[in-house]
């Protein structure tokens, strides 16, 4: 299994945010080929010192790291990374690992 993070920043309006995010960019990624899980955070994401700084992290699940290669390249890929500029302006990080359960 193999995992993509995105962790995005605090924006200057979460309700604008969240309404974005939920009704636009999620359908969108919900279409990428291979995509076996989607989870987001709910509520403050913590640090050890309290609220951190991140507002909101989605995990994506794929069988691979070329499963994940394979499904960026996708239209359907390009077309959700594209869409990125069109409301994270605060930032977003996006990482990805294979994982193991241990």
């Known amino acids: 299994m193999a995992k993509l993070y995105a962790i995005y920043q605090q924006p200057a309006d979460a309700q604008a945010f969240d309404r974005y995010y939920y009704n636009t960019h999620v359908p969108l990624a919900k ?3 291979g995509l076996r899980s989607y989870e987001v955070t709910r509520g403050d994401v913590m640090g050890m010192a ?4 991140v507002y909101l992290v989605a995990t994506l699940g ?3 790291m070329a ?3 394979a ?3 996708s239209p359907e890929g390009q077309a ?3 869409d990125l500029a069109n409301f994270a302006s ?3 990080d ?3 690992g294979e994982t193991a359960l241990i």
């Open 31 to 33: 279409k990428i080929p």
């Open 50 to 53: 309290g609220k951190h700084g």
């Open 62 to 64: 794929f069988d691979s």
């Open 67 to 69: 499963a994940i290669g």
């Open 71 to 73: 499904a960026m390249a």
């Open 80 to 82: 959700t990374a594209a």
């Open 90 to 92: 605060a930032g977003v």
């Open 94 to 96: 996006v990482m990805m």
